[in-house]
Protein backbone atom coordinates (compact mmCIF):
# COMPACT_ATOMS: atom_id res chain seq x y z
CA UNK A 1 0.00 0.00 0.00
CA UNK A 2 0.77 3.18 -1.16
CA UNK A 3 0.99 6.85 0.68
CA UNK A 4 1.42 9.71 -0.49
CA UNK A 5 3.76 11.91 2.13
CA UNK A 6 2.75 15.92 1.57
CA UNK A 7 3.67 19.02 3.36
CA UNK A 8 5.69 21.79 3.69
CA UNK A 9 8.57 19.33 4.29
CA UNK A 10 9.80 19.92 0.85
CA UNK A 11 10.29 23.26 1.50
CA UNK A 12 13.11 22.42 4.54
CA UNK A 13 16.62 22.99 4.15
CA UNK A 14 17.00 19.36 5.22
CA UNK A 15 13.96 18.52 2.87
CA UNK A 16 15.76 15.37 1.83
CA UNK A 17 16.32 14.16 4.76
CA UNK A 18 13.12 14.41 6.00
CA UNK A 19 11.77 12.90 3.41
CA UNK A 20 14.08 9.63 4.29
CA UNK A 21 12.99 9.37 7.45
CA UNK A 22 9.11 9.39 6.38
CA UNK A 23 9.53 7.11 3.76
CA UNK A 24 11.40 5.04 6.39
CA UNK A 25 9.03 5.07 9.03
CA UNK A 26 6.28 4.40 6.59
CA UNK A 27 8.64 0.78 5.57
CA UNK A 28 8.53 -0.10 9.07
CA UNK A 29 4.73 -0.29 9.17
CA UNK A 30 4.93 -2.03 6.13
CA UNK A 31 3.16 1.17 3.57
CA UNK A 32 5.47 2.72 0.93
CA UNK A 33 5.43 6.16 1.64
CA UNK A 34 5.62 8.60 -1.69
CA UNK A 35 7.65 11.43 -0.83
CA UNK A 36 7.24 14.53 -4.38
CA UNK A 37 11.55 14.96 -3.85
CA UNK A 38 12.05 11.65 -4.63
CA UNK A 39 10.62 12.31 -8.70
CA UNK A 40 13.86 13.38 -10.51
CA UNK A 41 13.30 17.20 -11.81
CA UNK A 42 15.35 19.38 -13.68
CA UNK A 43 15.48 22.44 -11.54
CA UNK A 44 16.83 24.47 -14.03
CA UNK A 45 14.41 23.55 -16.65
CA UNK A 46 11.90 26.26 -18.29
CA UNK A 47 8.90 24.49 -17.24
CA UNK A 48 9.90 22.88 -13.73
CA UNK A 49 7.20 23.64 -11.92
CA UNK A 50 4.47 21.95 -14.25
CA UNK A 51 7.47 18.79 -14.03
CA UNK A 52 7.04 19.40 -10.12
CA UNK A 53 2.89 19.30 -10.86
CA UNK A 54 3.20 16.24 -12.96
CA UNK A 55 5.22 14.20 -11.15
CA UNK A 56 3.28 14.76 -7.61
CA UNK A 57 -0.19 14.42 -9.57
CA UNK A 58 1.40 10.71 -11.12
CA UNK A 59 2.52 9.86 -7.32
CA UNK A 60 -1.06 10.75 -6.31
CA UNK A 61 -2.67 8.55 -8.49
CA UNK A 62 -0.21 5.69 -7.88
CA UNK A 63 -1.09 6.14 -4.08
CA UNK A 64 -3.96 4.72 -1.61
CA UNK A 65 -4.08 7.35 1.07
CA UNK A 66 -2.40 11.10 1.72
CA UNK A 67 -0.47 11.87 4.90
CA UNK A 68 -0.55 16.05 4.80
CA UNK A 69 1.43 18.21 7.17
CA UNK A 70 -0.76 20.71 8.23
CA UNK A 71 1.25 22.47 10.72
CA UNK A 72 1.00 25.98 9.95
CA UNK A 73 3.11 27.69 7.39
CA UNK A 74 3.92 30.97 6.51
CA UNK A 75 1.15 32.15 8.34
CA UNK A 76 -2.13 30.91 10.55
CA UNK A 77 -2.69 28.16 8.60
CA UNK A 78 -1.65 24.81 6.35
CA UNK A 79 0.44 25.30 3.32
CA UNK A 80 -1.37 26.08 -0.04
CA UNK A 81 -0.05 23.50 -1.84
CA UNK A 82 -0.51 20.54 0.91
CA UNK A 83 -4.13 21.80 1.21
CA UNK A 84 -4.88 21.78 -2.73
CA UNK A 85 -3.06 17.92 -2.79
CA UNK A 86 -5.84 17.10 0.43
CA UNK A 87 -8.37 18.10 -1.73
CA UNK A 88 -7.22 16.32 -4.63
CA UNK A 89 -7.08 12.87 -3.07
CA UNK A 90 -10.58 13.48 -1.39
CA UNK A 91 -11.90 14.06 -4.69
CA UNK A 92 -10.46 10.82 -5.69
CA UNK A 93 -11.96 8.93 -2.76
CA UNK A 94 -9.21 7.99 -1.65
CA UNK A 95 -8.08 7.52 2.66
CA UNK A 96 -7.22 10.87 3.90
CA UNK A 97 -5.13 11.23 6.83
CA UNK A 98 -3.22 14.36 8.19
CA UNK A 99 -1.17 16.21 11.37
CA UNK A 100 -0.49 19.59 12.69
CA UNK A 101 2.28 20.04 14.66
CA UNK A 102 0.77 23.27 16.14
CA UNK A 103 -1.70 22.27 18.71
CA UNK A 104 -3.59 25.73 19.14
CA UNK A 105 -6.93 26.62 17.11
CA UNK A 106 -6.96 28.79 14.22
CA UNK A 107 -8.40 31.94 15.64
CA UNK A 108 -5.88 32.07 18.46
CA UNK A 109 -3.31 31.61 15.45
CA UNK A 110 -4.85 34.17 13.80
CA UNK A 111 -4.38 36.88 16.79
CA UNK A 112 -0.67 36.31 16.72
CA UNK A 113 -0.69 38.12 12.99
CA UNK A 114 -3.71 40.60 13.51
CA UNK A 115 -5.88 42.26 15.38
CA UNK A 116 -9.22 40.19 15.96
CA UNK A 117 -12.26 41.26 17.75
CA UNK A 118 -15.49 41.04 17.76
CA UNK A 119 -18.20 42.55 15.39
CA UNK A 120 -21.84 42.45 14.75
CA UNK A 121 -21.59 39.00 15.97
CA UNK A 122 -18.54 38.23 13.95
CA UNK A 123 -14.80 37.29 14.94
CA UNK A 124 -13.47 40.13 12.58
CA UNK A 125 -9.59 40.66 11.59
CA UNK A 126 -8.32 44.01 10.81
CA UNK A 127 -9.87 44.02 7.63
CA UNK A 128 -13.19 43.35 8.83
CA UNK A 129 -12.91 39.65 7.40
CA UNK A 130 -14.38 37.13 9.17
CA UNK A 131 -11.57 34.66 11.45
CA UNK A 132 -13.41 30.81 11.39
CA UNK A 133 -13.97 30.53 14.98
CA UNK A 134 -15.53 27.30 14.97
CA UNK A 135 -13.04 25.70 17.83
CA UNK A 136 -10.80 23.93 14.91
CA UNK A 137 -7.52 23.53 14.42
CA UNK A 138 -7.62 25.06 11.06
CA UNK A 139 -10.42 25.67 7.79
CA UNK A 140 -12.90 23.43 8.68
CA UNK A 141 -12.82 22.51 4.64
CA UNK A 142 -9.77 20.38 5.61
CA UNK A 143 -10.71 19.25 9.01
CA UNK A 144 -13.79 17.40 8.23
CA UNK A 145 -12.74 16.32 5.09
CA UNK A 146 -10.02 14.18 7.29
CA UNK A 147 -13.01 13.43 9.75
CA UNK A 148 -15.33 12.17 6.46
CA UNK A 149 -12.67 10.99 4.17
CA UNK A 150 -10.12 9.10 6.48
CA UNK A 151 -8.96 9.82 9.98
CA UNK A 152 -9.51 12.93 11.80
CA UNK A 153 -6.62 15.65 12.41
CA UNK A 154 -3.70 14.20 14.95
CA UNK A 155 -1.77 16.70 16.80
CA UNK A 156 0.27 16.93 19.94
CA UNK A 157 -0.63 17.95 23.43
CA UNK A 158 1.41 20.36 23.39
CA UNK A 159 3.92 22.04 20.17
CA UNK A 160 7.08 19.87 19.96
CA UNK A 161 10.37 21.49 20.72
CA UNK A 162 11.08 21.47 16.83
CA UNK A 163 7.74 21.82 14.90
CA UNK A 164 9.34 20.66 11.47
CA UNK A 165 11.10 17.65 12.48
CA UNK A 166 9.16 16.00 15.15
CA UNK A 167 7.54 12.65 13.57
CA UNK A 168 5.66 11.84 16.51
CA UNK A 169 2.15 12.65 14.81
CA UNK A 170 3.39 11.63 11.42
CA UNK A 171 3.99 8.10 13.29
CA UNK A 172 0.58 8.46 14.41
CA UNK A 173 -0.87 8.51 10.90
CA UNK A 174 1.66 6.28 9.55
CA UNK A 175 -0.03 3.67 12.35
CA UNK A 176 -3.77 4.39 11.96
CA UNK A 177 -3.22 3.87 8.04
CA UNK A 178 -1.45 0.96 8.43
CA UNK A 179 -4.29 -0.31 10.44
CA UNK A 180 -7.10 1.07 7.82
CA UNK A 181 -5.19 0.30 4.50
CA UNK A 182 -4.23 -3.17 6.13
CA UNK A 183 -0.83 -3.31 6.08
CA UNK A 184 1.30 -6.03 7.00
CA UNK A 185 4.29 -4.19 9.67
CA UNK A 186 8.04 -4.90 8.70
CA UNK A 187 9.30 -4.24 12.03
CA UNK A 188 9.09 -7.81 13.51
CA UNK A 189 11.21 -9.43 10.37
CA UNK A 190 14.25 -6.33 11.34
CA UNK B 1 -24.54 24.42 -16.63
CA UNK B 2 -23.76 24.68 -12.80
CA UNK B 3 -20.96 26.61 -11.34
CA UNK B 4 -19.29 26.18 -7.75
CA UNK B 5 -18.22 29.36 -6.60
CA UNK B 6 -15.58 29.44 -3.71
CA UNK B 7 -13.75 32.23 -2.68
CA UNK B 8 -12.70 33.51 0.70
CA UNK B 9 -16.22 35.99 -0.39
CA UNK B 10 -17.91 34.11 2.28
CA UNK B 11 -15.52 36.03 4.91
CA UNK B 12 -16.70 40.08 3.74
CA UNK B 13 -18.73 42.08 5.59
CA UNK B 14 -21.07 41.91 2.89
CA UNK B 15 -20.78 38.22 1.73
CA UNK B 16 -24.25 37.42 0.76
CA UNK B 17 -24.45 40.73 -1.60
CA UNK B 18 -21.25 39.57 -3.35
CA UNK B 19 -22.34 35.97 -3.64
CA UNK B 20 -25.66 37.46 -5.37
CA UNK B 21 -23.89 39.50 -7.90
CA UNK B 22 -21.44 36.76 -8.62
CA UNK B 23 -24.91 34.53 -9.46
CA UNK B 24 -26.60 37.25 -11.18
CA UNK B 25 -23.15 37.29 -13.62
CA UNK B 26 -23.66 33.69 -13.86
CA UNK B 27 -27.17 33.60 -14.96
CA UNK B 28 -26.30 36.12 -18.04
CA UNK B 29 -23.76 34.39 -19.17
CA UNK B 30 -26.63 31.13 -18.87
CA UNK B 31 -24.71 29.67 -16.20
CA UNK B 32 -26.12 28.48 -12.50
CA UNK B 33 -23.88 29.74 -9.84
CA UNK B 34 -23.75 27.98 -6.70
CA UNK B 35 -22.70 29.55 -3.25
CA UNK B 36 -21.71 28.22 -0.23
CA UNK B 37 -23.92 30.66 2.11
CA UNK B 38 -27.09 29.80 -0.36
CA UNK B 39 -27.19 26.54 1.98
CA UNK B 40 -29.21 26.85 4.59
CA UNK B 41 -27.15 26.60 7.75
CA UNK B 42 -27.80 27.35 11.12
CA UNK B 43 -24.81 28.90 12.98
CA UNK B 44 -25.66 28.37 16.33
CA UNK B 45 -25.88 24.74 16.01
CA UNK B 46 -23.41 22.21 17.30
CA UNK B 47 -22.20 20.80 14.26
CA UNK B 48 -22.52 24.25 12.12
CA UNK B 49 -18.98 23.77 11.00
CA UNK B 50 -19.95 20.08 9.28
CA UNK B 51 -23.19 21.14 8.17
CA UNK B 52 -21.09 23.77 5.86
CA UNK B 53 -18.73 20.95 4.80
CA UNK B 54 -21.65 18.54 4.17
CA UNK B 55 -23.24 21.65 2.25
CA UNK B 56 -20.63 22.76 0.03
CA UNK B 57 -19.58 18.98 -0.78
CA UNK B 58 -22.77 18.50 -2.12
CA UNK B 59 -23.09 22.02 -4.37
CA UNK B 60 -19.15 20.96 -5.67
CA UNK B 61 -20.77 17.25 -6.51
CA UNK B 62 -23.90 19.02 -8.34
CA UNK B 63 -21.79 21.50 -10.37
CA UNK B 64 -19.96 20.94 -13.63
CA UNK B 65 -17.11 23.68 -12.96
CA UNK B 66 -15.38 26.01 -10.07
CA UNK B 67 -14.58 29.35 -10.66
CA UNK B 68 -11.92 30.10 -7.61
CA UNK B 69 -11.34 33.05 -6.23
CA UNK B 70 -7.65 32.77 -5.46
CA UNK B 71 -6.76 36.42 -4.28
CA UNK B 72 -4.09 36.21 -1.52
CA UNK B 73 -6.28 36.28 2.13
CA UNK B 74 -4.76 36.35 5.38
CA UNK B 75 -1.39 35.88 3.70
CA UNK B 76 0.71 36.01 0.81
CA UNK B 77 -1.24 33.26 -1.01
CA UNK B 78 -5.21 32.10 -1.32
CA UNK B 79 -7.54 30.80 0.90
CA UNK B 80 -7.27 27.38 2.67
CA UNK B 81 -10.75 26.66 2.29
CA UNK B 82 -10.87 27.62 -1.69
CA UNK B 83 -7.68 25.81 -2.16
CA UNK B 84 -9.22 22.51 -0.79
CA UNK B 85 -12.01 22.62 -3.12
CA UNK B 86 -9.99 23.53 -6.27
CA UNK B 87 -8.39 20.07 -5.33
CA UNK B 88 -11.48 18.57 -5.06
CA UNK B 89 -12.93 19.80 -8.07
CA UNK B 90 -9.67 18.71 -9.73
CA UNK B 91 -9.73 15.50 -8.16
CA UNK B 92 -13.47 14.86 -9.35
CA UNK B 93 -12.58 16.04 -13.26
CA UNK B 94 -14.61 18.79 -13.15
CA UNK B 95 -13.66 22.19 -15.29
CA UNK B 96 -11.12 24.26 -13.25
CA UNK B 97 -11.13 28.35 -13.31
CA UNK B 98 -9.44 30.60 -11.19
CA UNK B 99 -8.68 34.56 -10.84
CA UNK B 100 -6.59 36.57 -8.41
CA UNK B 101 -6.92 40.14 -8.22
CA UNK B 102 -3.57 40.76 -7.12
CA UNK B 103 -1.45 40.51 -9.79
CA UNK B 104 2.02 40.03 -8.59
CA UNK B 105 3.91 36.88 -7.90
CA UNK B 106 4.10 34.88 -4.99
CA UNK B 107 7.53 35.33 -4.43
CA UNK B 108 7.14 39.68 -4.12
CA UNK B 109 4.17 39.07 -1.90
CA UNK B 110 6.68 37.07 0.44
CA UNK B 111 8.62 39.61 0.48
CA UNK B 112 6.00 42.17 2.29
CA UNK B 113 5.48 39.80 4.93
CA UNK B 114 8.78 38.60 6.14
CA UNK B 115 12.55 38.96 5.16
CA UNK B 116 13.68 36.87 1.96
CA UNK B 117 17.14 36.32 0.94
CA UNK B 118 19.23 33.84 -1.72
CA UNK B 119 20.49 31.31 0.44
CA UNK B 120 22.70 28.30 -0.92
CA UNK B 121 21.11 28.80 -4.11
CA UNK B 122 17.13 28.83 -2.66
CA UNK B 123 15.43 31.79 -2.34
CA UNK B 124 14.48 31.34 1.74
CA UNK B 125 12.07 33.17 4.36
CA UNK B 126 13.17 34.41 7.89
CA UNK B 127 12.80 30.74 8.62
CA UNK B 128 14.89 29.41 6.28
CA UNK B 129 11.91 27.88 4.47
CA UNK B 130 12.32 27.51 0.66
CA UNK B 131 10.01 30.43 -1.14
CA UNK B 132 8.48 29.34 -4.79
CA UNK B 133 10.35 31.17 -6.84
CA UNK B 134 8.68 30.16 -10.48
CA UNK B 135 7.29 33.20 -11.45
CA UNK B 136 4.06 32.33 -10.58
CA UNK B 137 1.00 33.75 -8.43
CA UNK B 138 0.59 31.39 -6.03
CA UNK B 139 1.71 27.90 -5.52
CA UNK B 140 2.44 25.48 -8.46
CA UNK B 141 0.09 22.99 -7.89
CA UNK B 142 -2.98 25.45 -7.77
CA UNK B 143 -2.09 27.47 -10.61
CA UNK B 144 -0.80 24.27 -12.61
CA UNK B 145 -4.11 22.91 -11.80
CA UNK B 146 -5.71 25.30 -13.46
CA UNK B 147 -3.88 24.85 -16.72
CA UNK B 148 -4.31 21.22 -17.11
CA UNK B 149 -8.05 21.00 -15.52
CA UNK B 150 -9.50 23.97 -17.13
CA UNK B 151 -8.23 27.66 -18.01
CA UNK B 152 -5.11 29.29 -17.28
CA UNK B 153 -5.41 31.87 -13.79
CA UNK B 154 -7.30 35.09 -14.68
CA UNK B 155 -5.23 37.85 -13.30
CA UNK B 156 -5.67 42.10 -14.13
CA UNK B 157 -3.29 43.58 -15.29
CA UNK B 158 -3.23 45.82 -12.15
CA UNK B 159 -4.82 45.23 -8.74
CA UNK B 160 -7.92 47.06 -9.04
CA UNK B 161 -9.21 50.03 -6.07
CA UNK B 162 -11.14 47.30 -4.79
CA UNK B 163 -9.40 43.97 -4.06
CA UNK B 164 -12.60 42.47 -2.53
CA UNK B 165 -15.64 43.83 -4.93
CA UNK B 166 -14.10 44.33 -8.16
CA UNK B 167 -15.70 41.20 -10.48
CA UNK B 168 -14.05 42.31 -13.77
CA UNK B 169 -11.75 38.70 -13.36
CA UNK B 170 -14.31 37.02 -12.09
CA UNK B 171 -16.23 38.07 -14.71
CA UNK B 172 -13.73 36.63 -17.74
CA UNK B 173 -13.96 33.28 -15.69
CA UNK B 174 -17.24 33.33 -16.41
CA UNK B 175 -17.32 33.97 -19.94
CA UNK B 176 -14.65 30.95 -20.76
CA UNK B 177 -16.69 28.35 -18.28
CA UNK B 178 -19.81 29.21 -20.32
CA UNK B 179 -17.76 29.06 -23.61
CA UNK B 180 -16.30 25.80 -22.75
CA UNK B 181 -19.58 24.41 -20.83
CA UNK B 182 -21.35 25.75 -24.55
CA UNK B 183 -24.07 27.82 -21.80
CA UNK B 184 -26.50 29.93 -24.15
CA UNK B 185 -26.38 33.60 -22.61
CA UNK B 186 -29.47 34.69 -21.26
CA UNK B 187 -28.61 38.51 -22.02
CA UNK B 188 -30.41 38.38 -25.49
CA UNK B 189 -33.23 37.78 -23.34
CA UNK B 190 -33.92 40.48 -21.12
Given at each position: ?5 AGPDVFLP?A??I ?17 P ?31 ANLTPFRGPGADAGTVYEL ?11 GYCND?T?Y??RV?KF ?23 SDN??M ?16 A???LWH ?25
Open positions: MKIYLDVEGRRKVELCRSYGLTGLYLDNAIDLSARDASLDIFKGNGAMMIEADAIIGYMAGHGKLCLPLADRTTVEQQDGRLVDVDGLTVEDFGLLMIHALDLHGCTLVTPPQPADDLTAFETCVRMAAERLGAAPARASR
